[in-house]
């Protein structure tokens, strides 16, 4: 069983507000990633995390979304200025270090009115 | 484009009869396939994983059968169960370490007891 924490479970925000949520990895899981699954069930891969450096993003995250995982402190993804269409589950995984396996929490479900 | 796909979309059998979900691949860098089931209002959560070196794997009622040179591989779930009426993910990972799930459309399965 995963003991990826996320918080808060559910987050609903107007549209142009900030949206935050964070994510506790495993304990020993210096490799932290988010993605986003909408209501199609599609993922996509947003960012990920080595400790506290960035080891990809995609160019959503470079514009209104931002990540971060400081040291000793929940990672947590930001939405600057929400839009409908970034109403969805956000999933954060982690994974030890060398390891293809990835560990999902919960997920925070973000819904933007 | 749709870099991992799945099929069929939906599947329905009955209980005691085997599942048999499918999963091809486009690029051959991918080395890494896991499974992740999911089911309704619940993150995905790690099934059974395999690696290109093996053409199978087993773990339980759950199994994988890959197919390297055809780029494809399936999940055969054998004495279904209701408790196993999930979508199910086939997802893959290029081989560098940390590197990000790729996902397929997810196959929603339903045992009829």
């Known amino acids: 069983n995963s003991k990826v924490i996320q918080t808060p479970r559910y987050l609903v925000k107007g549209q142009g507000q900030k949206a935050k949520m964070r994510c506790i990895p495993e304990?020993?899981?210096?490799?932290v990633f988010w993605y986003q699954q909408n209501k199609n069930n599609e993922f996509k891969f947003l960012i990920n995390f080595q400790n506290q450096e960035v080891l990809q993003q995609i160019d959503m995250t470079e514009k209104r979304f931002s990540a971060e995982c400081p040291s000793n402190s929940p990672c947590s993804l930001e939405i600057q200025s929400s839009e409908a269409g970034d109403s969805a589950l956000y999933l954060c995984?982690?994974?030890?270090?060398?390891?293809?396996?990835?560990?999902f929490g919960p997920g925070t479900r973000l819904l933007v009115l | 484009q749709q870099q991992v796909r799945q099929s069929p979309q939906s599947l329905t059998v009955w209980e005691g009869e085997t599942a048999i979900l499918n999963c091809s691949y486009e690029d051959s860098t991918f080395d890494y396939f896991p499974w992740y089931w999911q089911f309704p209002r619940e993150s995905p959560a790690l099934l059974i994983a395999i690696r290109p070196v093996s053409n199978k794997k087993e773990d339980g009622r759950f199994t994988i059968f890959f197919n390297k040179r055809e780029k494809k591989l399936s999940l055969h779930i054998t004495d279904s169960q209701p408790g196993d009426s999930a979508t199910y993910f086939c997802?893959?990972?290029?081989?560098?370490?940390?590197?990000?799930?790729?996902f397929g459309q997810g196959t929603k399965l339903s045992i009829k007891p």
């Open positions: 995984a982690s994974s030890r270090q060398g390891s293809d396996t990835q560990y």
């Open positions: 304990k020993g899981h210096p490799v």
């Open positions: 997802a893959a990972t290029p081989n560098y370490n940390q590197g990000k799930l790729i």
